[in-house]
């Protein structure tokens, strides 16, 4: 396990890259299923890392607030890493450990490089002005190991802001976890 910081190459007002994806739930997923929220936040996310795993708690809680979508998205090599396979997804989500809008499998990985996702977890957050702009990329919070507790919440005052109808002013700090399995 490596930790790795993202570094994308989407920056602010960035429209969100399109996706055609296949979910836990067996239907397919695009942008447009979003429309009717005010704000996505996607985060390319897994079943292994610890990192990520220790995240799920808050992006549960982020999914329950019906102007804010949330949507994970696996891009793993389940190859290499079982435990990131789909069926494992499926299952995670099926126990209630995931209760996100949508978990999401990048089989293909196209989506996790046209966001530029380096690291799991990795979020993105977009306005949606008509389309999904991109107006917060940084971490969650300020707990990076697993076993730490938060006490500066990134991510929620910036949901807080777009929601508010506001500009986001957070400081955009690098999520860090592990790197994302890229096939060869």
Not at 67 to 85: H, K, M, R, T
Not at 104 to 117: H, I, P, W
Not at 140 to 148: K, M, T, V
Request: charged share 30%; glycine share 6%; net charge negative.
């Amino acid at each position: 396990m490596a930790l790795q910081r993202s570094d994308s190459r989407l920056t602010g007002g960035d429209r969100a890259p399109e996706f055609e994806l296949l979910g836990t739930d067996g239907e397919t997923y695009t942008l447009e299923t979003f429309t009717d929220h005010e704000a996505l936040l996607v985060v390319f996310t897994c079943n292994h890392c610890p990192y990520a795993k220790a995240k799920f708690d808050v992006l549960n809680e982020f999914a329950e607030d019906d102007e804010l979508a949330v949507v994970g998205i696996n891009a793993n090599d389940s190859e290499e890493y079982p435990e990131d396979s789909f069926e494992n997804m499926q299952e995670l989500v099926s126990d209630g450990t995931i209760a996100y809008d949508a978990y999401l499998r990048d089989e293909s990985q196209e989506v996790a490089r046209a966001y530029g996702a380096e690291c799991t977890p990795d979020p993105f957050l977009f306005e949606n002005d008509g389309g999904f702009r991109l107006v917060y990329h940084g971490r969650l919070d300020d707990a990076h190991n697993p076993d730490e507790e938060p006490t500066q919440h990134d991510m929620r005052e910036a949901v807080e802001q777009v929601l508010a109808g506001e500009e986001v002013t957070v400081e955009e700090i690098p999520s860090r976890g592990c790197s994302i399995k890229w096939r060869e």
